[in-house]
């Protein structure tokens, strides 16, 4: 059962342009919710996490947005780089569970 | 400080054989995970230890076993390989709780059955 859906597959963005990730959960006792980077040949890398008291946090150029009620959240991805280009896991857990929950990625190709 | 390590980096296995994994933890990380990522997929729990007991098992048949040492290292076991078990396994630690700590994850090794 897949209790976290993320959207779209696969995106192209103009380099300078906003790259947008979109999750969907089920769960409703999940309460951490981070987004991952993952280059080829390596493991996954924490880039940023949000905790459903707040509606969006922001780190660099990387700004994640939180709608509980819609159980949504989403990655942005502000001035995007060639750099960036990778795949993004969003993920989730419930307190006291160390079970990480991943979405099936996105991966992201940023063009000049 | 040196990363989560994994060895070997690639393994070879036929249908039916055993596979051992290993895993040292970043340094003063006491919680160790696997997570199985086949290709094109998202990574998947499958064991979770803090302080050398088990606190977590994902959604895996028995003939996956894992076990933490004294120095936090890690091993994780699979049994009667199947051709499904392809994939990337990732070792991830962390220095306390999920949420309290982000989770580090290793390279992974990358296991091929045929």
């Known amino acids: 059962q897949q209790q976290v859906k993320q959207s779209p597959q696969s995106l192209i963005v103009q380099k300078g342009g906003i790259s947008i990730i979109n999750c969907a959960y089920e769960n409703t006792a999940f309460d951490y919710f981070p987004w991952y980077q993952q280059f080829p040949g390596k493991g996954p890398a924490l880039l940023i996490a949000i905790r459903p008291d707040v509606s969006e946090k922001k780190e660099g150029r990387f700004t994640i947005s939180f709608n509980k009620s819609a159980k949504q959240f989403s990655l942005h991805i502000m001035d995007s780089q060639p750099g960036d280009s990778a795949t993004y896991f969003c993920?989730?857990?419930?307190?006291?569970?160390?079970?990480?929950?991943f979405g099936t990625g996105t991966r992201l190709t940023i063009i000049p | 400080d040196a990363g989560v390590t994994q060895s070997p980096t690639h393994l070879i296995k036929t249908r039916g054989q055993q596979v051992t994994l290993r895993c040292s933890p970043i340094?003063?990380?006491?919680?160790v995970s696997w997570y199985q990522q086949v290709l094109g997929q998202g990574p998947q729990f499958i064991f979770q230890y803090y302080e050398k007991e088990e606190r977590g098992r994902g959604n895996f048949p028995d003939r996956f076993s894992a076990r933490q040492f004294p120095n936090y290292s890690s091993e994780l076991n699979v049994n009667a390989l199947l051709l499904g078990d392809s994939a990337l396994y990732l070792c991830?630690?962390?220095?306390?709780?999920?949420?309290?700590?982000?989770?580090?994850f290793g390279n992974g090794t990358r296991l091929t059955v045929t």
């Open positions: 991830a630690s962390s220095l306390d709780r999920l949420g309290n700590s982000p989770l580090h």
């Open positions: 993920a989730a857990s419930e307190d006291g569970n160390e079970k990480l929950t």
């Open positions: 340094s003063g990380h006491k919680s």
